[in-house]
Structure formats: C-alpha cells, structure tokens
T-cell receptor
Framework: AAGVIQSPRHLIKEKRETATLKCYPI?????VYWYQQGPGQDPQFLIS???????DKGSIPDRFSAQQFSDYHSELNMSSLELGDSALYFC???????????FGPGTRLLVL | AQTVTQSQPEMSVQEAETVTLSCTYD???????LFWYKQPPSRQMILVIR??????QNATENRFSVNFQKAAKSFSLKISDSQLGDAAMYFC????????????FGKGTTLSVSS
C-alpha cells in the first residue's frame, strides 16, 4: 500500500538559512499534519491542514509557515534556522481530520 | 489540557514472553481516541493499535492487545509472544474526538527484546 512520502529525507543547513520540507499524503487522504521530534523526545504537533485550509495549530514557531496545495501535498517552510531546529520532522496524513494518522518516514534536519 | 504519561522509560522482555507497557492519561473529555505507535531504530512511526473511548471492547491486532480502563484513565499495551523485531520505542498517544486534531504523545517506553 502507498505510504506518506517526505522529501528530502536528510537536510543540512547553516544557521539563518531557510529550508522547505515537502509531504505527499497517502492517495485520497485530505488531511496532513506536521510534527517535530527533537533528539530523545516525543513528537510535538506543529500544524495541520484539512482540504487546503489550516485546521489546527500547535507549537509552531513564527519563523515557520506551511500550506497545503490543490493536489493535497504540503510544504513546511522554515526560515532563520536556529541550532535548536535540528530535529526529525514528520508529516502524517489521514482521510478526514478525525481519522487515524499515518506517518511518513520523516525528514532529518541538521542545522550547523 | 490533556496529558499522557508513560511511567516506564525502559522495559525488557525475553523472546516468546509477554510484556505489558503502561500508559495513563488525563482529560476532561468523554470522547477521544487512544493509540500506540512503535518507533524502531529507523525512527519511522508505525501505528500499532487504536482504541475509541466509546467502545468498551479492548482493541486487538494479532499479538498486540490493549487493556482500556476508561474510569481509571489507563491504556496499557500487551505484547504476546515477543519477537526480536518488537524492540523499539513505544509511544502512547491521545487525540480528542471534538477539539483539535493533534496527537498528544507520552514520553515513550524503550522496549528491548533478548533471545
């Protein structure tokens, strides 16, 4: 079965640079979610989109923004990167926003 | 605000044995969902099992089953006939059925399996 696709899988950036993470949900899934998992920590919810509209917002820094496009893929844009942004970023998707979330493999971001 | 607590940072089990991972949660809501996710060394998040709060029957998926005690706000995961491939970090997670879409995770339990 098709799974959530995230790209890139690994990303290395310098402080103050920008990064864009992409997420392609499971076919027919209309809701995407973004989570951040720091080293040795549990995933923290950042933001979610349902039918291309923001549906919920968590602890997403103002330096980050995200959107969902007409084909339901989503992008997380991160600017003015800080060392503390180094983490594993997960995208998850579901069919309708109240259904089970299935996670992608994650993007490992390292900020130097 | 809802919270999820996993009181066992680490657990170990022998192959073919049974192990139970504990999870408690705090909420004032009556309708919600509970999940167990597995995160192996690859760090992929894999859904293990899901429980709807309105269902009294405990969910089961092959060797994995839960003991859901709504009044006690307890949601433990039992792994039967443990296999080496079960070694991973296990996260308990809560999601409201009416307010917000975020999964709220516990801190996780690292399970090691020995042969």
């Amino acid at each position: 079965a098709a799974g959530v696709i995230q790209s890139p899988r690994h990303l290395i950036k310098e402080k103050r640079e920008t990064a864009t993470l992409k997420c392609y949900p499971i076919p027919r899934h209309d809701t995407v979610y973004w989570y951040q998992q720091g080293p040795g920590q549990d995933p923290q919810f950042l933001i979610s989109f349902y039918e291309k509209m923001q549906s919920d917002k968590g602890s997403i820094p103002d330096r980050f923004s995200a959107q969902q496009f007409s084909d339901y893929h989503s992008e997380l844009n991160m600017s003015s990167l800080e060392l503390g942004d180094s983490a594993l970023y997960f995208c998850a998707s579901s069919f309708y926003q109240m259904e089970t979330q299935y996670f992608g493999p994650g993007t490992r971001l390292l900020v130097l | 605000a809802q919270t999820v607590t996993q009181s066992q940072p680490e657990m170990s089990v022998q192959e073919a044995e049974t192990v139970t991972l504990s999870c408690t949660y705090d909420t004032s809501e009556s309708d919600y969902y509970l999940f167990w996710y597995k995160q192996p060394p690859s760090r992929q998040m894999i859904l293990v099992i899901r429980q709807e709060a309105y269902k009294q029957q405990n969910a089961t998926e092959n060797r994995f089953s839960v003991n859901f005690q709504k009044a006690a706000k307890s949601f433990s995961l039992k792994i039967s006939d443990s296999q080496l491939g079960d070694a991973a970090m296990y996260f308990c997670a809560y999601r409201s059925a009416s307010a917000g879409t975020a999964l709220i995770f516990g801190k996780g339990t690292t399970l090691s399996v020995s042969s």
